[in-house]
């Protein structure tokens, strides 16, 4: 037998996903500085032997890469339930007033609240797409320890409240203080953002993308959502919105196109060309389209899924897998026949590898394999709407929900423990939401 080895934690005798797709049963996973030292099954023990500080049972249990929230919005935790049914245009009616309102106890609650929803959920890594008081924010993420992209909320034209109203300076030198504050902090990154191209001058796209280009980091956008963005760019430029970036020399691997609902055959071609990344937001983007994903996977494009923040039914990406399965097989696969058109396993890599690519961590996130990253969560198995089945990735998709994910670990630590949140005080965060929709006050 090998000399015993010492790990800082110690999965025992457990199943888990492998980068294809199975389950392999009966194995030990080893962590160790932050990454997955080794997985091995459990009968190998007289070659390899370790003891962990934390040695967990992994019986009935399927470990898993984390999910990855490609696109969310920490500024409209507190909007939840108050934009279903509403007529259209809810980002200007009541989404924005509501941002233009947040003060830094406000994002403090709201970020405490999404981390909380983020971890029970299974989700250990998100981008989120921009709002304000980021810095206070991050200090909750910091906490928390999941892993994430921050940024700006960043518009400088258009009609808004006054309390939100930026230049074209002002924005960048917002975006440039979160960046000095945030940036490698804890398991935090920072993109640059632009909100939406018809609220972003010329200016402001170019030089946002050069500071992204500058620091090495990922550029976002809200792109082609609305038909409005589109005819906007297509009256101001003669060209839609993919078309435009282009000819600004923006479109580069580095840039994060959110939502890609309304894509031209043109624009597809242009994401192709220049390896650009798509996040869909099923649920968010069925009332205003059905993306051509088929399409986008077969050009090979990296494709994330987002919840597009907790005010589009929250942020729950188990939720978002289903509804997008159905959206795809009902337009797409049932015109075809093709049950297939969008397989589990596919659905399962957008919110895993294809989430870490949308990070900046493909290669590194998204897979249990040694030398990656110890971002992994658990499904509690043995329960009566899981154990009894024939295809445990299907059933992955089809019957998991947040309330089933049991334990998360994030770059090694963890997070959750049997269902319980170990890094942030989810009794007092609770106590104070009541208190802020009772009472309309944030008490500390």
Known sequence: MKEIQLCDILIKD?????????????QNIVIKNGRIE??????????????????????????????????????????KGAVLDELPMIWTRIMLPFESTLTSQ???????????????????????????????????????GLRGALSCSAMDQGNFPDSIRQTTEEVLETEDLLWEICADKGNLKV??????????SQELIE???????????????????????????LEKYKLRPVEYLESLGILQENFV?????LLSPGEKRLLEKRNVKVVHCPFSNCGKGVPETPDLVERGISIGIGT?????????????????????????????????????????????????????????????KPDYRADLISINWNQPHLLATSNPVHTLLECVTGGDVADSIVEGRILMKNRQVLTLDEEKILWQAMQYFEKGEISS
């Open 14 to 26: 457990t199943s888990y996903l492998t980068e294809k797709f199975q389950v392999k049963k009966h």
């Open 38 to 79: 080794a997985i091995y099954p459990l009968s190998d023990k007289e070659e390899k032997n370790y003891t962990g500080k934390e040695e967990l049972d992994g019986r009935g249990r399927l470990w898993m890469p984390g999910l990855i929230d490609g696109h969310m919005h920490t500024g409209q935790q507190l909007l």
């Open 106 to 144: 406000k994002m403090e609650l709201s970020a405490n609240l999404a981390a909380l929803e983020m971890i029970k959920n299974g989700t250990t890594g998100f981008v989120d797409a921009g709002s304000y008081f980021m810095e206070k924010a991050a200090e909750v993420y910091i906490k928390s």
């Open 191 to 200: 993109f640059y953002a632009l909100r939406a191209l018809m609220n972003c």
């Open 207 to 233: 030089r946002s993308a050069q500071k992204a280009q500058e620091r090495g980091t990922f550029l976002q956008a809200h792109m082609n959502e609305y038909p409005g963005e589109v005819n906007y760019t």
């Open 257 to 261: 196109a959110a939502h890609g609902i």
């Open 308 to 368: 597009d923040g907790t005010a589009h039914g929250g942020l729950s990406l188990w939720n978002e897998m289903k509804i997008f399965r159905s959206v795809m097989n009902s337009t797409w696969g049932s015109r075809n026949a093709d049950p297939e058109v969008m397989p589990a396993e596919t659905i399962l890599n957008m919110v895993t590898k294809g989430g870490a690519s949308i990070l900046g961590e493909e290669g590194a996130l998204g897979v249990l």
